[in-house]
């Protein structure tokens, strides 16, 4: 009588064991392939990546940006055909000359 209960509380044991590693499997499944799970996963590192690159363009947006006001900074002349520019202004004595952009030509088309 004691083998069989024995025996039994092995089957139990085993069975036990068996339910449990099935239920992870299932809850490993489930988070791996649900909302948070891997997909979310990958389309984070994508965002990661494309912020990466956005930041390394607006780095080197604001290097030339401050090279740009150290010349403006220490070039007077610059400086002043800078504001001259921006402000469409002229010194006495000096023309503007405004030439139209030419019309793109049309694209020629094949005669067949």
Do not use: C
Not at 29 to 47: I, S, Y
Not at 64 to 88: A, H, P, V
Request: no cysteine; aromatic share 8%.
């Amino acid at each position: 009588m004691a083998a069989s209960r024995s025996r039994a509380l092995q089957v139990y044991k085993r069975f036990g064991f068996a339910v449990a590693v099935a239920g992870f499997a299932i809850f490993a499944v489930l988070n791996l392939t649900g909302p948070q799970g891997v997909r979310a996963l990958f389309a984070k590192w994508d965002e990661l990546h494309r912020i990466q690159v956005q930041n390394a363009n607006l780095a080197t947006e604001l290097k030339e940006r401050k090279e740009r006001i150290r010349i403006l900074t220490d070039n007077l002349d610059e400086r002043e055909l800078e504001i001259r520019k921006k402000l469409q202004k002229l010194r006495p004595g000096e023309k503007l000359y405004q030439v139209p952009d030419p019309e793109p030509e049309p694209p020629a088309t094949p005669n067949n």
